[in-house]
Nanobody
Framework: QVQLAESGGGLVQAGGSLRLSCVSS????????MNWYRQAPGKQRELVAA???????IYGDSVKGRFTISRDSVKNTVYLQMDSLKPEDTAVYYC?????????????WGQGTQVTVSS
């Protein structure tokens, strides 16, 4: 059974930093794109950052220049380094793996980790 396990969330003051981790397990194949989403209360879930299998990252406009996504394929782990945090970054952050393998689409989600940024 595939599992994605996030960790690293918490409470931080505005301007601070956090690093989220997402460890994947149980997959019989290597994931392609790995993604971080977030959902704030009363808002839609939004894509924060994504990283390709080759390590190319893309970012949502609201986090460009502040967040950095990276992956360690040996450890099956994806990271999200979050710097210069703002109160509007407060949300539950979810790790996601989605793509196609052997012509079959797949999508997996973690349980989420809470990030709270105080002003």
């Amino acid at each position: 059974q595939v599992q994605l396990a996030e960790s690293g969330g918490g409470l931080v003051q505005a301007g601070g930093s956090l690093r989220l981790s997402c460890v994947s397990s149980g997959s019989k194949f290597r994931f392609g794109s790995m993604n971080w989403y977030r959902q704030a209360p009363g808002k839609q879930r939004e894509l924060v950052a994504a990283i390709s299998e080759g390590g190319t990252g893309i970012y949502g406009d609201s986090v460009k220049g502040r967040f950095t996504i990276s992956r360690d394929s040996v450890k099956n782990t994806v990271y999200l380094q979050m710097d210069s945090l703002k109160p509007e970054d407060t949300a539950v952050y979810y790790c996601n793996a989605a793509g196609v393998y052997a012509k079959h689409p797949y999508e997996y989600w973690g349980q989420g980790t809470q990030v709270t940024v105080s002003s």
